[in-house]
């Protein structure tokens, strides 16, 4: 089967990603289970961790990474009605497991641990895959493969944290850091329907040119300097409501400054290192909110993809490369010259 291989663990880019004919093929699907023929799928900085190696788990390799693809269901597993059979689906790669609870045991957890497809399993940068139908959508027949496999991963981590667990209002103002990732992106989009009004930073003034044009409200070009007045200046003093950074270490404290009496700091990750600095004393005295998001649950899946097959929210693609070129996307995506998502054609 065709796949995009992680051949190990550290190696630069040009060694470590092979495209190959010869992979394992995932087999037929088990209860509860699709297997969906790759359409389109779509790069992470996920991909790349899985390159690197994610601290803290222990993986094999060779291994096919990949968390978004957008595909058509081929076959269905025990338990899985047959009028899936050839719909086209887009995926949330966020698989709950259930953990191991006995009454007595306590309170049951309100939040449950995640195996994800592309890192703790095999992805979907590979022909075909297999999934659990709870973690599949229907999408409309004319959907767009590149643009549904842009969507997914992004989309569900951006509304998790600014919606469901950062309680986003109308008319609040919102900062986001380093325009031109896809949770960046997704970000802005999410604001934009529910009304917010949106200061977004970056490193590259040509993004935020493209940002501005997206329809971000006010841009701010980060030179290394702290920014976190000019943020509060163009909020007429006051300050943002939320701050939605995940760039971790470099931005944290600057986020922490810009945030208005009563604002929460979201965060999906941390890309530029986890130690931040931080200021308790304006957390507690402003009465901050810090809050730590992963992913997303099945039900806001369910809402952004209806928010999609809508039209009311489309990811920002920037390239799209022919499955055998990934080893060029995964360099575009290492060097940050993205404005957007990556996107590979399996077609």
Known sequence: MNAIVITAQGLELASAVRFVADYPDPGVPGAGQVRVRTLCSALNHLDLWVCKGVPGLKLTYPRTSGSDACGIVEAVGPGVDASWLNKKVVLNAAVVVEPTYKPGDGPE???????MIGEHTEGTNRAAFLAPLSNVRALKDDADPVVAAAFGLTFLTAYSMIVTKGQLRPGQAVLITGIGGGVANAALQICKHFGARTVVTSRHQWKLDQAKTLGADACVLDTGED?????????????????????????????IKALARGGAYVTPGC???????????????????????????????ASITALFNAGALKPVVDKVYPAAHAGEAFKRLSNGEQMGKIVLDWR
């Open 109 to 115: 957890p309100v939040l449950h641990d995640v195996s």
């Open 227 to 255: 920014w976190s007045r000019t943020v509060r200046q163009l909020t007429g003093g006051r300050g943002v409501d939320m701050a939605v950074d995940s760039s971790g270490k470099a931005t944290h404290l600057k986020c």
């Open 271 to 301: 890309t530029s290192g986890p130690d931040a600095v931080t200021d308790l004393a304006r957390i507690f005295w402003n009465q901050l909110r810090i809050v730590g998001s992963t992913m997303g649950s099945n039900d806001d899946f």
